[in-house]
């Protein structure tokens, strides 16, 4: 039920079809997936706008993660790179993933009703660079 109802996003949009793909534990997929899944989305919420909502609300995600009130977004995803090398996590390769698969994980992933929570919406090239990312991150 809290799954239907939280529109998931991009993270679990991909982890789910791709554990479908290799042995690997779905948790650790969404890791290896945070960081350039939010990056994307930053990145394209900060060029088409960025003043809107999602901008705002990675701005108030890093002033909750750093307590510092004037932190913005690229301060959220600076404090995520640094946990997850703190960790420090397997990146998508280290969990069995190729590149040869990327196609194939980015058109299954965009017919994942997780994707439709998104808060950006993701074309097959940015799914692509998200994987590609993912594959060498961590």
Request: proline share 7%.
């Amino acid at each position: 039920m809290a799954l239907a109802n939280a529109k998931l996003g991009a993270v679990h949009g991909f982890a789910g079809p791709i554990g479908g793909m290799i042995d690997a534990p779905h948790g650790a997929l969404c890791a290896s997936l945070l960081l350039p899944v939010a990056r994307m989305n930053f990145d394209i919420a900060t060029r088409r706008d960025p003043s809107g909502i999602t901008v705002q609300k990675f701005n108030a995600l890093a002033v909750a993660l750093i307590g510092n009130p004037s932190a913005t977004g690229s301060y959220a995803i600076a404090w995520i790179e640094s946990l997850i090398k703190e960790l420090p996590l397997p990146s998508l390769k280290e969990l069995g993933f190729n590149r040869s698969q990327i196609s194939e994980a980015a058109n299954k992933s965009a017919q994942s009703s997780s994707m439709k929570g998104n808060p950006i919406e993701l074309v097959p090239a940015d799914l692509r660079e998200i994987l590609d990312e993912a594959l060498v991150s961590n």
